[in-house]
């Protein structure tokens, strides 16, 4: 057991126990006595709290407590895992929850589910205990993440699917997926939110936890809430119309996917020609700043995975001109 002085001039008493930590905190300082009693308290005040309570009746809590404050498709993501977890694990009590049914659960779960999504099945979970039970410390042996590059789309790929969605319904939001919106937003876009040449992106189209679609007031983050400058086509589609698509995000994804197949390109989702954009406006001299900015990401990593597909495509092109000239060398 550790006792310590706050910077605030409280004590503090800490105690593991079983792989739980508890925590006391108390404004004068206890004797010895006094510190084991309150922690034997809160012992049998954290014992008696969830007894009872199984992960599927706690998952279920925590989801209901949070559908005020998170989004649709977030809340969806969570009874999505709920409802993918074993029946076993669902019916154990949250008290029983330790290291080593919670490292045989990701060992089962891992043989039929990828990395990301054991990981964040695994986030679920320690969120959960951290509302019911947070003196209780899980630590497991987590699949690691295969590390794979994305495809971004070629100048010539964008060339060659444009060339079959001009004209169709499909034009204006693929020109907004390469001016860097995601499709949730592009489906979510209306006639009041463009004025002359600028768009202001402010919410997203997602399906609730029964999956039915509906427009939420704001983007998938604070830092997407933007607005850019569109083509003047782009801007007279959606004063004409009213919309930017009319129809659902899926839609768009099945459109570009039989494209893609009909072409014979390689396969990559709408999402990559946020890529396609970063990528551009980087070829183009644009600071990171603003690149981000257009784009609402809310951290670089996407430039950074841009920057290294831009390095193995130089090396590529390296090694290319390297066999040609190697090849003339000795012909």
Same mark, same amino acid.
């Given at each position: ?6 910077? /605030?001039? /409280? ?8 792989? *739980? ?9 206890? !004797? ?18 969830? !007894? @009872?309570?199984?992960? *599927? !009746? ?7 407590? *949070?559908?005020?404050?998170? /989004? ?40 039929? @589910? ?33 590390? !794979? ?43 009041? &939110? ?7 992106? @402010? ?37 004409? @119309? ?11 994804? &099945? ?6 197949? *009909? ?23 644009? &600071? ?34 390297? &066999? ?6 000795? /012909?």
């Amino acid at each position: 057991m550790k006792i310590e002085k706050l910077p /605030s001039g /409280s004590y503090r008493i800490r105690q593991q126990y079983k792989g *739980k930590r508890y925590t006391v905190v108390v404004d004068y300082k206890p !004797t010895q006595k006094e510190a084991t009693q309150l922690i034997a308290a809160e012992f049998d005040k954290s014992s008696i709290k969830h !007894t @009872h309570m199984t992960v *599927k !009746t706690a998952a279920e809590t925590y989801i209901s407590t *949070k559908e005020a404050v998170l /989004s649709p498709s977030t809340i969806r993501g969570y009874s999505a895992y709920l409802k993918n977890m074993p029946e076993w694990l669902k019916s154990t009590l949250l008290s029983d929850l330790d290291n080593v049914i919670m490292q045989k659960f990701i060992g089962e779960f891992s043989k039929d @589910h990828n990395a990301k999504y054991v990981r964040n099945v695994y986030g679920f979970l320690t969120a959960i205990l951290g509302m019911f039970c947070p003196n209780t410390i899980i630590h497991a042996t987590l699949p690691t993440k295969a590390a !794979t590059e994305p495809y971004i789309p070629s100048d010539d790929d964008i060339k060659k699917i444009f060339e079959i969605a001009s004209g169709t319904d499909y034009e204006i939001p693929l020109i907004l997926a390469c001016y860097g919106l995601r499709r949730s937003e592009i489906c979510a876009i209306s006639e009041e &939110d463009i004025d002359r040449d600028v768009l202001r992106i @402010h919410k997203a189209k997602v399906q609730d936890q029964n999956n039915k679609w509906i427009i939420k007031p704001y983007t998938k983050n604070s830092t997407s809430m933007r607005t850019i400058v569109v083509p003047e086509q782009v801007a007279q589609y959606i004063q004409e @119309h009213g919309y930017a698509f009319k129809g659902y995000p899926n839609n768009i994804t &099945d459109w570009l996917y039989n494209t893609e197949k *009909k072409l014979g390109l390689q396969s990559f989702s709408v999402h990559k020609l946020r890529h396609y954009f970063c990528s551009k406006m980087t070829a183009l001299g644009v &600071d990171e700043a603003t690149i981000l900015d257009m784009g609402g990401w809310k951290t670089d990593y996407v430039m950074k995975r841009v920057y290294r597909h831009s390095m193995m495509k130089e090396e590529e092109a390296r090694r290319a001109t390297s &066999d040609k000239l190697k090849a003339a060398i000795w /012909s």
